[in-house]
């Protein structure tokens, strides 16, 4: 199955990052990209997308206000929180709010098992 | 000469310095017990005196601060500065509450520096890591005095006025303590960092053109 997903992140070289792993993994899934909430809540509004990968730490809302706010407008998203800042607190909101807590720097490894759980997920949920 | 980041290299800097201190957040709030707030990280290419009103323009009082050089391919300073007001609560917050005051004041200086030790350790540790070098880091040292302290420290810089300043504040509320974690760096290892970004660009991103240029 080929997904469209979103990238959410200020930093543009964290977002290439993601697009580096992603195309080594699923060269045929789209990456949309936005570089704030608000820009995510206007593509979300827009465009579609099938799951997503949110920065935790950004200007503006945080990546995990921003995940609440995508999981109420798509509560069946695969969401995952992507930060280097693994406090006991920031992963537990993470749990809590229903995303998958990835660490930065990101490895291949860790966005494939993200992945593989989301496309697993997105599956059983389709007609 | 002046060296100028690009757009690329300026976010790559803010992304591993980010990463860098994210990660020693998470080491102080294992300390503390208590979570550790972090702003977005700032990058500016300021004169010191500039650097300084930027670290003054919140604090009417005294600074305190532990301070480790790092050197190799690129040399600089890391600080963790906050109000000196806020020291003994980050050493009470540290050393878990129940001492006596005059043990505390007793403990200050020690405390102080481990707990500088880790997080600037920590951070340096991790953009070493991510540049693929190494870097040598001084022993701590603890500062107290005017914001200038921080930024006339020897030995002095040996090309012109004009530094790289990095910073993030940080906050623990529940102790009601906030404080920078900045980086400076002297303009002749911008040309090396330059060289340095690029690889660390091209390891992360390698193949991956900027898809738009929001940001």
């Keep these: 199955m080929k997904y469209r997903i979103l990238v959410v992140d200020d930093s543009k070289l964290a977002r290439m990052a993601v697009a580096k792993a992603l195309s080594a993994l699923h060269p045929d899934w789209v990456r949309l990209e936005a570089a704030n909430a608000d820009e995510a809540l206007a593509l979300a509004r827009t465009d579609s997308f099938d799951l997503a990968i949110l920065d935790f730490n950004m200007p503006g809302r945080d990546g995990l206000q921003l995940a609440a706010e995508l999981l109420a407008l798509k509560p069946t998203l695969p969401l995952a929180v992507i930060s280097a800042n693994h406090q006991v607190e920031v992963v537990t909101r993470a749990r809590e709010v229903g995303a998958t807590f990835l660490q930065k720097p990101l490895t291949e490894k860790a966005m494939g098992d993200f992945l593989a759980d989301a496309a697993k997920r997105l599956a059983t949920a389709a007609p | ?215």
Aim: charged letters at 20%; proline letters at 5%.
């Design chain 2, 1 to 215: 000469m002046t060296t100028v980041l690009t757009e690329l290299e300026l976010d790559a800097l803010t992304e591993m310095v980010n990463i860098g201190v994210n990660r020693a957040a998470a080491s102080l709030r294992e300390m503390v017990g208590e979570q550790v707030l972090l702003s977005v990280p700032k990058v500016t290419l300021v004169s010191r005196d500039q650097a300084i009103a930027t670290l003054g323009e919140n604090e009417i009082t005294n600074l305190v601060g532990v301070h480790q050089v790092f050197e190799g391919e690129i040399t600089g300073r890391a600080l963790l500065i906050f109000p000196d007001t806020k020291s003994l609560e980050l050493v009470r917050a540290v050393t878990g509450g129940e001492l006596p005051l005059e043990e505390i004041i007793e403990l200050e200086h020690e405390a102080l520096a481990e707990i500088g030790n880790i997080i600037l350790n920590g951070c340096l540790a991790t953009i070493a890591n991510m540049l693929q070098r190494n870097l040598k880091m001084s022993l701590p040292e603890i500062l107290r005095g005017e914001p200038s302290v921080f930024f006339n420290l020897k030995p002095p810089p040996d090309a012109g006025d004009v530094v790289m300043f990095l910073y993030i504040n940080f906050a623990i509320r529940q102790r009601d303590i906030r404080g920078y974690i900045a980086m400076l760096m002297d303009i002749p290892s911008l040309a090396a960092l330059q060289v340095l970004l690029g690889e660390f660009i091209e390891r992360t991103a390698g193949g991956m053109a900027p898809s738009n240029d929001r940001s």
